[in-house]
């Protein structure tokens, strides 16, 4: 089982910025990936950024974080942050932590996905 906990969510005024953290817990030794996802209210949860674990460090972006978010890892932690920057009104949303990766039938599997509980980021005018 992996556990997933976030940290970093908060209020803040429009143009500021957030860092949030995303670290998985107990059997890791499966995850490939991690990201961090995005729902607000009435709308359907969306990719923010992701990254691989393993191997390459390619990222992955929403275009409207393009420029503005940087996500980044810390293996030896199994940790992801997210730094968001010049944060807009529309960032205000709960950001959930996505892992990649852990065990079915005791062999790791890619499809294996767990979820963080969803920290919330308030972005005021």
């Known amino acids: 089982q992996v556990q997933v906990v976030e940290s970093g969510g908060g209020l803040v005024q429009a143009g500021g910025s957030l860092r949030l953290s995303c670290t998985a817990s107990?059997?890791?030794?499966?995850?490939?990936?991690m990201g961090w996802y995005r729902q607000a209210p009435g709308k359907e949860r969306e990719l923010v950024a992701s990254?691989?674990?393993?191997?390459?460090?390619?990222?992955q972006y929403g275009d409207f974080a393009k420029g503005r978010f940087t996500i980044s890892r810390d293996n030896a932690k199994n940790a992801v942050y997210l730094q968001m920057n010049n944060l807009e009104t529309e960032d205000t949303a709960v950001y959930f932590c996505?892992?990649?990766?852990?065990?079915?039938?005791?062999?790791?599997?890619?499809?294996?996905?767990?979820w963080g509980q969803g920290t919330q980021v308030t972005v005021s005018s």
């Open positions: 107990g059997d890791t030794v499966c995850i490939h990936n």
């Open positions: 990254i691989f674990i393993v191997r390459s460090r390619n990222t």
């Open positions: 996505n892992v990649r990766g852990g065990r079915l039938n005791s062999l790791c599997n890619e499809g294996v996905i767990n």
